[in-house]
């Protein structure tokens, strides 16, 4: 008899499938992503039909549970629309940036990002941007610039601020043309903010509304007509100094 002791064979348990993760559901997360390369490929060309429903079905072999799934995921991230009708399809949507800048801001407020982080990170990218625009600045950036002033002179005289009285940080990021400047100083803006005057601010920049000490809403008026003298002036080297002075003096409000 053979004495040798027998290795049992030793089997991982099976994964526990997730409800949410279901065969169904995996094909139509990779039917979304199919589609978004496609659409990345085709150079992202907004309102185009890319394809019917039954053309769609055709093409990519699924069932009508995955694809409109698919199509669901891809409407909830901005990237497609499915018009009904005659002429209809999938149609190319335009993303909106403030919807990717919020979902950024409560993942990074997930994330307990914290003031001196916050703040390290605005420095850099906000002193970058400061001296795009005043390296680019024209006639339409001007206009753009003045009219973020004049709407924070309603707060002027008063001693309640909302949001929207940090726009003006997020209008300087337009100017430089970079795109992922103005994304992420949008995020960055939004948290601090929201640190301001408290969450509600990610949610509604109108909806939350602070008490401030006297002057101080002139005060921050003052500086962004400071800054964006230098800008309009083309002085790069004056506009990052004051913009960061004034960074400062917010991280300090914080406790960064």
């Known amino acids: 008899m053979d004495s040798t002791p027998q290795t049992a064979t030793v089997r991982a348990p099976a994964a526990p499938r997730r409800p949410d993760r279901g065969p169904s559901r995996k094909l139509a997360e990779l039917t979304c992503e199919k589609l978004e390369m496609r659409i990345i490929e085709m150079d992202w060309p907004v309102g ?6 039954a053309e769609l079905l055709a093409e990519y072999g699924v069932s009508r549970a995955a694809l409109r799934e698919a199509i669901r995921l891809l409407e909830h991230h901005n990237v497609a629309n499915m018009r009904r009708g005659p002429g209809g399809g999938l149609v190319v949507a335009e ?3 403030d919807a990717m800048a919020h979902a950024a801001a409560v993942y990074l407020r997930y994330r307990k990002v914290n003031p001196p982080e916050l703040f390290e990170t605005r ?3 906000e002193l970058a941007a400061v001296r795009s625009a005043a390296e680019h600045i024209d006639e339409a950036g001007i206009a753009r610039l003045r009219t973020a002033l004049s709407r924070e002179t309603r707060f002027l005289g008063g001693d309640e601020s909302d949001a929207t009285i940090h726009d003006f940080h997020v209008v300087v990021a337009e100017l430089t043309g970079n795109a992922s400047l103005h994304l992420f100083i949008n995020v960055l803006t939004q948290l601090s903010a929201a640190r301001f005057l408290g969450t509600a601010a990610l949610f509604d920049k109108q909806a939350a509304r602070r008490a401030s000490p006297p002057g101080e809403i002139a ?13 309009i002036a083309g002085d790069a080297s004056l506009a990052q100094h004051r913009m960061l002075k004034h960074l400062n003096t917010l991280a300090t409000a914080l406790g960064a």
């Open 123 to 125: 420095t850099a990218l």
């Open 95 to 97: 993303p909106d940036p």
């Open 219 to 231: 005060e921050a008026h003052r500086v962004h007509q400071a800054i964006a003298d230098a800008i």
């Open 48 to 53: 185009k039909v890319i394809g019917s429903e």
